[in-house]
């Protein structure tokens, strides 16, 4: 099927509406999709998450959020009892906040991972690393995203 | 839609203990389960890969949870470390419960 420039607006458009909808009266869609907050407290259980070893990488301006490149690396020696365990990335604009969540092992060596991404609308990207040892690092960055990409 | 197609780049050979990083690409248009038919008006249900992992001689080294909020044709990039000769297997899962799987060989020394 051929999408030409004026469906796909269109189509954006509406997905955009949905969502900003959805956010201020949907409170059916936000009683399943938990916040970006929930989700960061429900992977932390409540513990302090502290600031620097994080870093993520995104474009400062997406021209198209239907694939946004995002970049994640946390500072760590990698060894057997001093790694990154997981990191997850939240979007906190988006209809539904989790985007994916990195398991990493001593055998990664580098805990660096990067993918591609959906964004609905200009939004903060979130990054939340969980070490080994069961402490908690984050770093924050927001994208301006031109065309949503969510719906269309 | 057609059959989901992995794609991943490993290098073939690399030193003992070295670094090395691998990309991985799967056709699937993700369906988020956000975007409304045009015709009917009713949501598209959702159909995405949810899981991806990675495995180096059986053990898993590198695993992603994806949500719907991962691009069309998922594309993941990470690191592992190289102890030894072998193979790694990649997996992904779908939502619908298909798994679709490939291997790469890597030479140590």
């Known amino acids: ?152 | 839609m057609a059959k989901s197609k992995p794609r991943v780049k490993v290098p073939k050979t690399a030193d003992a203990g070295e670094i090395i990083t691998i990309k991985t690409l799967i056709s699937h248009q993700m369906e988020s389960g956000q975007r409304k038919d045009k015709k009917t008006g009713e949501l598209i249900p959702r159909k995405i890969i949810n899981n991806f992992k990675a495995a180096f001689n059986g053990t898993v080294v590198f695993e992603t949870v994806i949500e719907p909020a991962v691009s069309s044709n998922p594309y993941i990039q990470f690191k592992v470390k190289v102890p030894e000769s072998g193979e790694f297997k990649f997996t992904w899962t779908d939502d619908d419960g298909s798994v679709y799987e490939t291997a790469k060989k890597i030479k140590v020394g």
Do not use: H, W
Not at chain 1, 20 to 42: F, H, N, Y
Not at chain 1, 44 to 72: D, Q
């Open chain 1, 1 to 152: 099927m051929e999408l030409n420039k004026r469906e796909f607006l269109t189509l954006s458009a509406g997905a955009l509406a949905f969502a900003s909808v959805a956010g201020t009266s949907g409170i059916a869609l936000a009683a399943v999709e938990p916040t970006a907050d929930e989700m960061i407290k429900a992977f932390t259980s409540g513990a302090a998450v502290g600031e620097g070893k994080v870093s993520l990488t995104t474009p400062e301006i997406a021209e198209n959020g239907n694939t946004v490149p995002v970049e994640v690396s946390v500072e760590s020696p990698m060894t057997a009892d001093n790694y990154v365990a997981e990191v997850m990335i939240v979007a906190d604009g988006n209809p539904n906040p989790g985007v994916a969540t990195f398991k990493f092992s001593a055998m990664s060596g580098e805990a660096e991972a990067s993918t591609r991404i959906r964004l609905a609308q200009t939004q903060n990207v979130i990054a939340v690393a969980k070490m080994s040892d069961g402490s908690f690092f984050m770093d924050k960055k927001a994208v301006k995203v031109t065309i949503g990409g969510c719906g269309g």
